[in-house]
């Protein structure tokens, strides 16, 4: 790989994308030539995210424009297939506490062994965000708390709109 053209993947559901997934594409674009930021797709599950696939990554693209090394893609395959397809060395995840490990743990250890070529990297939340998650936000959106530091602006408005009571 050319060493102009190391590409980064991170991938997640984003149901909403929060400022911690925000933080770590930040810090990743710094680290790699480019980043792709990998959203699940999965059609069949219609219904067990709060926002579309089609708005998730538009939140995404938004939120991230003024990253100039940054692109936003829908992905439903197995995410070492999509990492491979578009070339990229590093799958990039973030890790706020130990709950956050043992999941992470699994996850990378099924995708080394579907492909052992692709390093998973993981970067510590930064301690503002570290309570941060998109089930939290979903409920204090809900229940009508203060999200607007939590999540861009667009999220903020978009959750009032679908959860707010
Ligand atoms: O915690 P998230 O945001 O729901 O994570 C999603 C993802 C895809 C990063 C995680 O589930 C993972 O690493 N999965 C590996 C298995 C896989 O490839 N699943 C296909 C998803 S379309």
């Known amino acids: 790989m050319a060493p102009d053209n190391r590409i980064a993947i991170c991938p997640g559901t984003f149901d909403p ?19 792709i930021v990998a959203v699940v797709n999965l059609p069949w599950r219609k219904g067990s995210t709060v926002f579309s696939t089609e708005e998730r990554v538009g939140f995404l693209k938004g939120a991230t424009q003024d990253l100039r090394n940054v692109v936003v893609e829908p992905f439903s395959t197995l995410l070492v297939d999509f990492a491979r397809e578009r070339d990229a060395m590093a799958i990039v995840k973030g890790l706020r506490a130990i709950s956050d490990f043992e999941y992470e743990l699994e996850m990378n250890q099924l995708n080394r062994r579907q492909d052992p070529e692709i390093e998973s990297v993981y970067l510590m939340a930064s301690a503002k965000y570290s309570f941060l998650s998109s089930s939290g936000i979903k409920e204090l959106a809900t229940f009508g ?18 959860l707010g009571r």
């Open 17 to 35: 994308v929060t400022n911690g997934h925000l933080d770590v594409i930040t810090r990743t674009s710094a680290m790699y030539d480019r980043v």
């Open 145 to 162: 708390g203060d999200i607007d530091d939590l999540v861009p602006a667009a999220v903020a408005t978009a959750l009032q709109e679908r």
